[in-house]
């Protein structure tokens, strides 16, 4: 192994989480090799990530720095996006148009993981790549050439389908899907495992929105537990599920054992509203008349700088215990 690039220093008094070079991209154009790399730490202050190029007409160096560099960072916390780093740069469907795609934090909403930005750039007179002036912070013109396609993907999900469905993934699984997952009857069936959504079955869809609410019809074995949550790992997560004789509260990464109404028996609903960080739990036994639980959870510091794991506060199923939990209906809604 060789060691031919030290990296770019950037000055000392920048608040950064560490030097940490990393991610290395490399390009031929024209007689330059680029090389595309992240420095500063991927969390930590919001002002830490940034991407930085450097240039070499051979793969083994000598490496020249950009005289651009950075040539994406976040330079005050007050801007909309922390933490720009980890980009790739690629050219755009008109053959002409470059841009960087790279992922952010999003200020004030740290929890929601790191998201896909795309910048555009343009290369100089003398060979190198600079930012085009663009405020990333609002829309940039549409790449011109290609075809457009449909944006995001639907999360609702009835489980009527024979397969599971793209928005979902499970969490460090006891198994593979089809090992700890089936459908029946309409439903989606889960193989109980663990104690609480710190070790049971954790199925996950990943969003970005800043307001939803979620809501599942449940059926759980005598043995198992069924929840609804957000969930960003084993040690943070918050929502509310019921046993055979329990109702639980989750916050925190804590499990809270109450009393369970006698209203609610195995078949049951569940409701879970995230507004901007608050949320909202709600039970019922028939889906028509619904209960609220009496305790509501902030959860904006459920994320990296706390708990580490580079994940997202994520809606999520949750199957523990013994035996199975069947899920049907899952509805997820955009709020205003």
């Not at 609002?138 to 024979?162: C, K, N, Q, T």
């Not at 109450?258 to 889906?287: C, I, M, Q």
Request: hydrophobic letters at 35%.
């Amino acid at each position: 192994m060789k060691k031919v690039y030290d990296g770019w220093k950037y000055p000392e008094h920048w608040e950064v989480e560490t030097f940490a070079q990393e991610g290395p991209k490399v390009m031929r154009r024209g007689d330059y090799y680029y090389m595309v790399l992240a420095e500063g730490g991927t969390a930590g202050p919001a002002t830490s990530h940034m991407v930085i190029m450097a240039r070499s007409k051979s793969i083994d160096g000598p490496w020249e720095n950009s005289p651009y560099n950075p040539v994406v960072r976040t330079a005050s916390a007050s801007e909309k996006w922390w933490s720009r780093g980890h980009a790739t740069l690629v050219e755009g469907p008109d053959g002409k148009q470059w841009y960087l795609v790279y992922h952010a934090y999003e200020n004030g909403y740290y929890n929601l993981g790191r998201q896909t930005l795309l910048e555009p750039v343009e290369w100089t007179d003398d060979g190198w790549v600079k930012a085009s002036g663009y405020d990333v912070a609002r829309p940039i013109p549409m790449p011109r050439g290609g075809e457009a396609v449909p944006h995001g993907i639907a999360l609702s999900d009835d489980f009527g389908a024979s397969k599971l469905g793209t928005q979902w993934s499970f969490f460090h699984p006891a198994g593979t899907p089809t090992e700890v997952s089936r459908y029946e009857d309409g439903a989606l069936v889960v193989k109980a495992t663990g104690t609480s959504p710190k070790d049971g079955t954790r199925l996950s869809a990943v969003c970005g929105d800043h307001a939803y609410e979620m809501q599942v019809e449940i059926d759980s074995d005598e043995g198992a537990t069924g929840g609804l949550l957000v969930f960003y790992s084993e040690r943070l997560f918050a929502g509310i599920g019921f046993s055979k004789d329990q109702m639980l509260e989750y916050r925190k990464g804590d499990i809270t054992p109450f009393p369970k109404p006698a209203s609610v028996g195995r078949h049951y609903f569940l409701r879970l509203r995230n507004d901007r960080h608050v949320v909202t739990l709600w039970y019922s036994a028939d889906g028509v008349q619904w209960t609220k639980h009496w305790m509501q959870i902030e959860v904006s510091g459920y994320h990296h700088n706390v708990a580490d794991g580079f994940l997202s506060l994520r809606p999520t199923l949750l199957a523990a215990g013994a035996g199975e939990v069947r899920f049907r209906n899952f509805k997820y809604t955009v709020l205003p």
